[in-house]
């Protein structure tokens, strides 16, 4: 009997959670030994059966490049997502309450799945063939590529990590993201390289400037998320030309930068300015 895409879609997508749901309570770090801040081990798995599942979800109709812009931004999102999620169960949660908050954790981890995967088969598809819902597809893509990479910044900038890491990850994930979002549209492979190099490099610099001023980590995850908005949404503009009232939503949100850099900075003894 043939399996739906859909079937296929909500299969993996479930069994993502009930893995998920399993390993809250294992602790890999402890079996294998090893002394880190947190078990990544899980999240590897679990970036693994997503990339795998989809391989299979989309029936192996996948070669050359779609192995990275179709098959691995949604392993990553998995791998970002619920290592965040963890995070939040062991930091707020009591015991009491872990349990039912790992099962509501679990759903939404298998609803967000579910959406990755199904995005991914549309852009697959649309790459096939011309389809109605690519565009509803690339849409999604880039809505769902600034919620894993805010949720990156946030837990990259929350936690003790050396600077240097910070800046190398901060350009690699905005490099690699820029790229699989910029396959989406029709524009020369040179082209995607230099302006995915370009955002990584500027999204780089701006993260080493942010280090340095007195700010914190939230805001520092709004901040390059907001930067990253506005540069990604440029470099898939490429093939237009803007119009006034993008420049405009553009002006806004770079003096909105501007203006809660100041405002809410620690400025010594004085403190903030409001």
């Known amino acids: 009997m043939k399996i739906s895409t859909r079937t296929r879609a909500i299969f993996l997508a479930s069994s993502i959670a009930l893995v998920f749901f399993i390993f809250q309570g294992v602790d890999f770090l402890d079996i294998l030994n090893i002394n880190f801040e947190f078990d990544f081990v899980k999240m590897s798995i679990l970036a693994l059966i997503m ?27 998995i791998f970002v997502l619920t290592l965040y999620v963890n995070l939040l169960i062991e930091s707020i949660l009591s015991s009491v309450d872990k349990v039912a908050g790992e099962v509501v954790a679990s759903l939404f981890v298998a609803v967000f799945a579910y959406i990755l ?14 389809v109605p819902l690519t565009q509803a597809g690339r849409a999604a893509h880039y809505v769902l590529t600034l919620i894993i990479a805010y949720l990156f910044f946030s837990l ?19 490099y690699l993201f820029s790229i699989i979002a910029l396959w989406n549209i029709e524009i020369k492979y040179y082209q995607r390289i230099v302006a995915s190099f370009g955002i990584g490099m500027m999204m780089g610099i701006c993260s080493f400037v942010l ?8 805001y520092v995850a709004l901040i390059l998320s907001l930067l990253f908005y506005m540069a990604l949404g440029l470099a898939l503009e490429i093939r237009e030309v803007l119009s006034k009232r993008v420049w405009l939503e553009y002006f806004f949100l770079y003096s909105l930068i501007i203006l809660i850099l100041f405002i809410i900075s620690e400025w010594g003894i004085n403190g903030r300015l409001i």
């Open 211 to 218: 280090i340095l001023w007195p700010v914190g980590s939230d």
């Open 51 to 77: 990339y795998v599942g989809l391989l299979w979800v989309v029936n192996f109709r996948v070669r050359g490049e779609r192995f990275i812009t179709v098959l691995l931004f949604p392993s990553l999102a």
């Open 156 to 174: 990259l900038f929350s936690n003790p990590i050396p600077f240097i890491i910070k800046v190398v990850s901060v350009f690699g994930l905005s």
């Open 117 to 130: 995967i199904l995005t991914a088969n549309i852009l697959n598809i649309g790459f096939l063939q011309k």
